[in-house]
């Protein structure tokens, strides 16, 4: 893992940002969060499809569940109400800690898939949950920056 | 660029864009204007400090002890959520950063496709459909978004608010998205609470009346008619304001659109966000999930000040750029990896930088009595940078 995220740093360090690609929220089932699962053409040379997809579909199932209307979310509305809402100075909402998941799992992929093919995803709360931010790099380094990625995912497509 | 750059991390509020005032580093978020609020808290404080001092120690050995405490208790609960209503973010939507802006300004102009000199270009619109239903999304010139659906941008503010309602000064805030329950529950309370007094006190002058007579009641609790006065006048107008916004929360609309008449049926246009049923739109609105606030107002930014220059303490759009690196490292609270990153994409952006066509905004819809108007001003954060840099 700290060989992975070495990478990450080194992607920065070495390479030059070339481009970003803005993936747009999708509201055809209302206001809740969700993304467009619409594969950009400038990634097309850079990842494959599906574990594109698979990311986006990912972050949509976890925001999802953020924003599930259930008897949990009920449970902590009411708790609250009960406390006049002082309670949330002390207790993590569900939500909360959800995002923190976003966050980990956003990590982990730019760590294992994107960072080796020379992208990088920003966490859409950096962005007002508007947009997913896709930053596409150059690589202009010498041969051992970012294809140096030994484990799993072959960094083939450049 | 300059010779010296002294590196300051600075709390990110201190550089956000929009007329809200900060407090306790960036913990309070309120609109500029606040004398409104102040008084609002006079009048409720006021009153009640009136009502504990007059009517409660008679109440209490008279009729019952449990009076008071209720009254405490209710009275807490209204100040608690005041406060949380006005020192809350709303749901403000950031501002797109220049490649975000850009990005969409492209996308516009590929739709827009030719558009013949001379020729204004069409408005900046998009449809989507929402559960059947097509809403139009409209582009704000200020923060250069496509604004969410229900989301509205609040001049007095100067910021887009999802789920915008309407800006009230006598929370001195906005009310959106993040803090309409907390401003229902608000009213709510404070109804309870006016009728509450109101009640007492008229009770209390009545007992009172029958021991000692009416003319020397009112001497001994001079109080009594003050807050009779201020809760007759407030009934009227809170109690008014529940029920109206029962009325919304019952159907799942926002004042902002009920003003407008959005989806008063006319063109067959229904409310898609509705779940048609009174409880489910009730629990959605009360007892969702409790939205964060995707402002992070207390993050740390890199405050980048040439030696020289005086720095100006309003919001630069210069460090606009600057924040722009802020995404490429993971934990946003060691920025010493962004040094390199922020020359790089510093001059990435000077280089890929496209400026913008000058629109003139479309004609302003008709001004509402409680929402804002939406000024499509456009912005002039591009201008500023080039001269900046």
């Not at chain 1, 929220?25 to 494959?48: A, H, M, N, V």
């Not at chain 1, 309670?87 to 992929?109: A, D, H, N, P, S």
């Amino acid at each position: 893992m700290a060989t992975e995220f070495h990478n990450l740093q080194e992607l920065r360090h070495s390479a030059s940002l070339a481009n970003k690609v803005f993936l747009q929220r999708d509201y055809s089932e209302g206001t809740t969060c969700r993304f467009q699962t619409k594969f950009p053409s400038e990634l097309e040379s850079r990842i494959e499809r599906p574990l594109f997809e698979d990311t986006v579909k990912r972050l949509n199932i976890y925001y999802a569940e953020a924003e599930k209307m259930g008897g949990q979310s009920y449970l902590e509305g009411c708790l609250a109400c009960a406390t006049a809402y002082l309670i949330f100075l002390c207790m993590e909402t569900r939500y909360e800690k959800v995002l923190k998941k976003i966050g980990r799992y956003i990590q982990e992929q730019n760590e294992k898939i994107y960072a080796p093919r020379g992208l990088l995803i920003t966490d859409p709360i950096e962005r007002g949950m508007r947009v997913i931010e896709i930053s596409i790099y150059e690589d202009r380094g010498s041969s051992g920056s970012c294809s140096g990625s030994s484990s799993t995912s072959g960094s083939s497509a450049r | 660029m300059s010779a010296v750059m002294i590196a300051r991390k600075v709390r990110k509020w201190e550089k956000l864009p929009g007329k809200n005032t900060f407090c306790c580093d960036g913990r309070v978020m309120m609109a500029r204007q606040k004398g409104v609020f102040y008084l609002t808290v006079f009048l409720i404080v006021g009153t009640c400090s009136l009502f504990f001092a007059f009517e409660c120690p008679y109440l209490a050995t008279h009729l019952s002890p449990a009076i008071p405490v209720f009254a405490i208790v209710l009275f807490l609960f209204v100040m608690a959520l005041l406060l949380r209503t006005s020192f809350s973010d709303p749901g403000v939507l950031p501002r797109a950063l220049p490649e975000e802006a850009t990005f969409i300004e492209m996308e516009i102009e590929a739709a827009n496709g030719n558009v013949p000199a001379g020729q204004r270009p069409p408005p900046r619109i998009r449809n989507v459909q929402i559960n059947g239903q097509i809403v139009k999304l409209k582009y704000c010139y200020t923060c250069k978004i496509f604004r969410p659906p229900r989301a509205s941008h609040c001049s007095i503010c100067d910021n887009c608010v999802d789920r915008f309602d309407h800006h009230c000064p006598w929370v001195g805030n906005c009310v959106g998205k993040r803090n309409y329950r907390y401003f229902y529950l608000f009213t709510l309370s404070l109804s309870l609470l006016t009728i509450y007094i109101f009640t007492f006190a008229i009770v209390h002058v009545v007992m009172r009346s029958v021991d000692s007579g009416f003319v020397k009641t009112l001497q001994d609790t001079p109080g009594t008619v003050l807050e009779v006065l201020v809760c007759f006048f407030t009934l009227w107008s809170v109690v008014g304001l529940t029920g109206f916004h029962s009325y919304l929360i019952s159907l799942n609309q926002t004042t902002n659109e009920d003003i407008k008449g959005s989806w008063s049926g006319k063109n067959r246009l229904q409310n898609p966000y509705s779940h048609k049923n009174i409880v489910k739109n009730c629990c959605e609105v009360l007892c969702g999930p409790a939205y964060p606030s995707v402002l992070d107002r207390r993050g740390l930014t890199q405050d980048d000040l040439p030696v020289p220059a005086s720095t100006a303490t309003q919001s630069n759009p210069v460090l606009q750029t600057t924040k722009t690196t802020a995404p490429l490292i993971p934990n946003e609270h060691t920025p010493d990896d962004a040094k390199p990153s922020i020359a790089d994409s510093a001059i990435a952006h000077a280089e890929k930088r496209s400026p913008s066509p000058k629109e003139k905004p479309p004609t302003p819809a008709k001004v509402p009595p409680l929402a804002s108007p939406e000024t499509d001003v456009e912005a002039s954060i591009i201008i500023a940078k080039e001269k900046a840099l």
